[in-house]
C-alpha cells in the first residue's frame, strides 16, 4: 500500500532555496533523529518535505527562508529515544577489551549487589562541590516563530531539582546514605530552593554558606515533546573569595572524621579553588578517607592525592591533548593521567562506549553499557559517582563499584530530566540485563 501524503487545511508559499546542507534521511531510516535538525526532530516539517517511512529517497533541508515560508502545519512525532545503547556483546573493535584485562565482560552477581545496597543506608558520605539547580520548563512545540526560526514553545508546566554537586546528594539520599554537604549559593530564590530542597532530603546543611556578592548557579531547560529545544545558563565562575574559602576548609575539617568517604564535585564555577584542594585533600588521605573526584581541567594539576578520578572521556582528550580514537589512544590518555597525578584509580566514562577502568598497578578494565534507549543523559554523571562511592566505602573493590555505578547510570539515562536513582531501580536494571542476555 503506498503512503499518502497528508493534505493540510492551508497552503504555504513555496518554498525558497539557496544553499544545501547535508542530505538528511527519511523519517524512519536508522540514525535519522541524530541527523535531522532540532526543527524535525520535534515533528516539526515542511508538506512538501514528507517521505513515508518506507521512502528510500533523501532530502535536504532549506536553510534559506523567510517567516512567510513558515507557517506550516505541524504534524507531531512520538516520543523517540536519541539512540539506543549497543547491546555489551555486539562492541565496536575500540571496545575491546587490551590484553592482561581480568575480564571482558566482567559481571555482578545480583545477591552480592543486594549485599552492598543494604550496607548503603549504614554510610555516611562528605559531598563539597558547586551546587545548582536545575529549572525544566515543559511544553509543546507546535509552530516555528514568524520572529525567527526557532519554534514556538508552549508552556505546560514547571520543574526544579538539583543539580551539580546538589544531585549527587539527591542520588546519595535516595540510596538510602547519610549525607555531609559543604557548598556556596547565592543570597536569591535560587538559594533559599536548594537549601530549603536539600534540608527536605534528609541531607546536613550545616556547611551551607551564602555569598551574597554571586548568583546561585541555575541552569534552565526548556524541553517540548520530550526533547531539549534550548538551555540557559545563570551563574558566576568567579573563584571564591579566600574568606570563604577558609569557612569551607574549617567546616571540612569538623566533620570528615564522621564520615566514610569524600565526594567532590567540581563544575568549575568557582567553588573547588586550588587553594581549596591543596587544604583538604592532604587532610582526607591523613584521616584515610577515600576521596572520590569529578574533575575539570582548569585545576586539573591539582586534584591530587585522589583514590578516584572519574573524567569523561572528552576531558579526557582536554586535560592529555589525546584524541581517543580507538583502543591504543585510550589506553595511552589513561595512563598519561595515572602517571601525571597518581591517583590509585581512573575512570573514563565514555557514553555509549561504556567505561574504562585502569588501576594504579597497570590492569585496565572496560565496562560496556547496559542496553537502554536514551532519553536524556542530564545527570547520568552525578549518578555514577553517587553509586560508585557508595559501593566502594561498603567495601566493594573498584571493578564492582564501576559495574554498579554503570547499572545506576542506565536507569537514569532511561528517564527525562535530572532523577535520582533508588536501590530497587538498580535490582530491576540488572534483573532486566540478565533476562536479555
Not at 529517497?57 to 504534524?75: D, H, N, Y
Not at 572521556?313 to 589513561?334: K, P, V, Y
Request: charged letters at 25%; glycine letters at 6%; a positive charge.
Amino acid at each position: 500500500m503506498t503512503a499518502v501524503p497528508p493534505i493540510w487545511p492551508w497552503p504555504c508559499a513555496a518554498p525558497r532555496w539557496s544553499s544545501l546542507v547535508r542530505p538528511i534521511p527519511p523519517c524512519g531510516a536508522p540514525g535519522a533523529r541524530r541527523l535531522m535538525p532540532w526543527s524535525r526532530r520535534l515533528g516539526i516539517c515542511r508538506a512538501d518535505d514528507w517521505r513515508p517511512p518506507s521512502a528510500s529517497l533523501t532530502f535536504r533541508w532549506k536553510t534559506c527562508w523567510t517567516p512567510s515560508t513558515a507557517c506550516w502545519p505541524t504534524p507531531v512525532a512520538p516520543l523517540r529515544p536519541r539512540h539506543r545503547r549497543r547491546a555489551s556483546g555486539n562492541r565496536r573493535p575500540d571496545d575491546r577489551v587490551s590484553p592482561g584485562d581480568a575480564m571482558s565482560r566482567p559481571t555482578i552477581s545480583i545477591h552480592r549487589v543486594k549485599r552492598l545496597l543494604d550496607q548503603f543506608g549504614t554510610k555516611r558520605i562528605l559531598v563539597i562541590g558547586d551546587l545548582m539547580l536545575d529549572e525544566f520548563i515543559w511544553g509543546r512545540a507546535s509552530r516555528i516563530s514568524p520572529e525567527a526560526p526557532v519554534p514556538v514553545v508552549e508552556i505546560e508546566r514547571e520543574s526544579t531539582h538539583l543539580g551539580g554537586a546538589g544531585n549527587v546528594v539527591h542520588n546519595l539520599r535516595s540510596l538510602e546514605a547519610d549525607v555531609v554537604v559543604l557548598g556556596v549559593v547565592g543570597r536569591d530564590r535560587a538559594g533559599d530552593r536548594i537549601s530549603e530542597t536539600l534540608s527536605e532530603l534528609g541531607a546536613e546543611t550545616s556547611g551551607l554558606l551564602v555569598d551574597p556578592s554571586r548568583p546561585t548557579t541555575v541552569k534552565t531547560r526548556i524541553i517540548a515533546h520530550n526533547q531539549q529545544v534550548v538551555r540557559a545558563d545563570r551563574e558566576s565562575r568567579r573563584p571564591l573569595s579566600p574568606p570563604l574559602t577558609e569557612q569551607l576548609i574549617a567546616r571540612f575539617t569538623e566533620r570528615l572524621d564522621e564520615c566514610d568517604g569524600v565526594v567532590i564535585s567540581d563544575y568549575d564555577k568557582g567553588v573547588i579553588t586550588p587553594q581549596l584542594l591543596q587544604r583538604i585533600l592532604p587532610l582526607a588521605e591523613a584521616a584515610g578517607k577515600p576521596v572520590f573526584l569529578d574533575p575539570k581541567l582548569r585545576n586539573f594539576k591539582h586534584y591530587s592525592p585522589v583514590t578516584l578520578l572519574k573524567p569523561n572521556q572528552r576531558e579526557a582528550e582536554q586535560i592529555t591533548h589525546i584524541e581517543i580514537a580507538d583502543e591504543a589512544s585510550l589506553l595511552e590518555a589513561g595512563r598519561t593521567i595515572l602517571q601525571w597525578l597518581q591517583c590509585q584509580h581512573l575512570l573514563i566514562t565514555r557514553g555509549e562506549l561504556g567505561m574504562t577502568l585502569f588501576s594504579g598497578d597497570g590492569q585496565v578494565t572496560h565496562i560496556p553499557t547496559v542496553t537502554r534507549e536514551v532519553y536524556d543523559v542530564t545527570g547520568a554523571g552525578d549518578t555514577t559517582m553517587a553509586a560508585l562511592a557508595l559501593a566502594f566505602v561498603s567495601g566493594a573493590p573498584p571493578l564492582e563499584a564501576a559495574i554498579l555505578a554503570n547499572y545506576a547510570a542506565s536507569v537514569v539515562i532511561g528517564k527525562v530530566g535530572t532523577v535520582p536513582v533508588t536501590p530497587q531501580d538498580i535490582l530491576t536494571a540488572i534483573r532486566l540485563t540478565d533476562a536479555e542476555s
